[in-house]
């Protein structure tokens, strides 16, 4: 079974500064995917980006990027030109098993960005 | 359409009150979700529906029962609920198959039990 991994319990970034977000994983399926989410304070889960373990690079949504080592068995999310807006929880996730409909998450990072 | 509604947004309830909360969505998922929230923790899973069938109840008190009358609709019906059952409920939904993992999320409803 999946198992996620998030150390940082909360990050402070200078606005307009990139920041990464660590996530560690660990599984024996030989194929999984993983899956960022944010939640702003107002509560929502709003999801972000995937990587699949067969894709060949790494995923991309406009700012949002991952740095997807499968050696490592990490999935970093990096932010490029962070906002005010991006203040918010982060939680890593990804399906308990292949093909499972529930989701294993991390425990959260809370970016704070700062003007 | 990518929005998953949730009514209501704050509910304040005692033990002996019976209470819902309803989710929908018009993005033709079948599968369906609710999920806990504590404070400063990552949701956790409560029910699965797929095809308007509970799929998945990971062994949640009988206080909470969840209802899927179609595709677009998801109810969780409460009943004398404790106060450690106070928390943020999010419905959610996906695919049936493939990227289920991309769930869409509704802005929840923060539950408090006096």
């Known amino acids: 079974a999946q198992k996620i991994t998030q150390t940082q319990p909360g990050m402070f970034v200078q606005e307009k500064e990139a920041v990464t977000l660590d996530c560690t994983y660990d599984t024996s399926d030989p194929s999984y995917g993983l899956f960022w989410y944010k939640q702003p304070s107002s509560g929502e889960m709003i999801f972000l980006i995937y990587?699949?373990?067969?894709?060949?690079q790494n995923a991309t949504e406009g700012r949002y990027s991952l740095n997807f080592q499968k050696a490592r068995k990490s999935a970093n999310l990096v932010i490029s030109a962070s906002q005010l807006g991006d203040s918010a929880m982060y939680f890593c996730?990804?399906?308990?098993?292949?093909?499972?409909?529930?989701?294993?998450f991390g425990q959260g990072t809370r970016l704070t960005i700062n003007p | 359409d990518t929005e998953v509604t949730q009514t209501p947004k704050h509910l304040v309830m005692g033990m002996t009150n019976k209470k819902s909360l309803k989710c929908e969505q018009h993005m033709g998922h079948r599968a369906m979700y609710w999920y806990k929230q504590k404070a400063k923790k990552p949701p956790e899973l409560m029910f699965v529906y797929s095809y308007e069938k509970l799929s998945i109840n990971e062994s949640v008190p009988s206080r909470f029962s969840p209802e899927c009358p179609n595709s677009s609709l998801l109810n969780l019906h409460l009943h004398a609920l404790q106060p450690e059952d106070s928390a943020l409920y999010l419905c959610?939904?996906?695919?049936?198959?493939?990227?289920?993992?991309?769930?869409?999320f509704g802005p929840g409803t923060r539950l408090t039990v006096t």
């Open positions: 996730a990804a399906p308990r098993f292949q093909g499972a409909q529930k989701l294993v």
């Open positions: 990587q699949g373990s067969y894709d060949q």
């Open positions: 959610a939904s996906s695919q049936v198959r493939g990227l289920i993992g991309e769930q869409y």
